[in-house]
């Protein structure tokens, strides 16, 4: 029929061939995905970064809620640096003036936290195998043994006294912390996010927040560091 007759002076298109990249376009390519890489990846430490802290100051406001617990369950006292907890459980009315263990273990000991807990333990630290928050030793800690307790009706100022912060990077635990008059480096809040250059920080009254070094170590009454109260009992 005439659909089927061939067309004459009708050739086929030729068969385009691939282009195939050039090795110049490839490192432009390579260059060009490097670039984005180096402009993301600052983002993306950052954003990893403001995670961890965020989670850190969740730690710290779950700490001072077990805090708060035993304050409730042993007289008002503030929760010590160290202590031995099974004295106390044996004798809940007397304040044991023995050591034995960090506040920590006591805290888990005791079951104001689960014994497998990572909640003593801030997620930036270099060093996730001990407790990374220290406990204000002024408030019933000499850094050795347990000599005092106090009481939370005895701190005048609970928005501006420290209980827990983030404490130094170290293969054992920095579990206690003293005032930085005391010149003991290795005792001080640690600032270990935005940089270096910020601590988680819980305070007696219950709030939890981020400060700068200008910020936390301040001064009262130009002598002592106003968050190391010395209004004991």
Known sequence: SFLLMPLVG??????????????????????????????????L????DSAKASNCTSNLKQLSFAQFNFSNDY??????GNFNYKALQENP??????AGWNWN????GM??????????KCPA???RTNASYGHNAILGNNGFSCVYWTKLSKVTRPTETLIFADSMDSASSIYIMFQPSWGAAAYLPWYRHSGGTRANTAWLDGHVESRQRANLEGTFNSKEHYYF???KR
Do not use: H
Not at 45 to 48: E, L, S, V
Not at 93 to 98: E, F, G, H, K
Not at 105 to 108: F, S
């Open 10 to 43: 009708f050739a086929p298109p030729a068969p385009r061939k691939k282009r195939r990249f050039t090795l110049i376009e490839l490192l432009i390519v390579i260059a060009i995905i490097a670039i984005l890489a180096a402009m993301l990846l600052p983002a």
């Open 229 to 231: 109260q010395w209004n």
């Open 75 to 80: 007289q008002e006292y503030i929760l010590n």
């Open 105 to 108: 273990n006591c805290l888990q």
């Open 45 to 48: 430490n950052k954003a990893r």
């Open 93 to 98: 009315r007397v304040m044991t003036t023995a």
């Open 111 to 120: 079951g104001y936290l689960e014994p497998t807990t990572k909640l003593d």
């Open 125 to 127: 630290a270099s060093f």
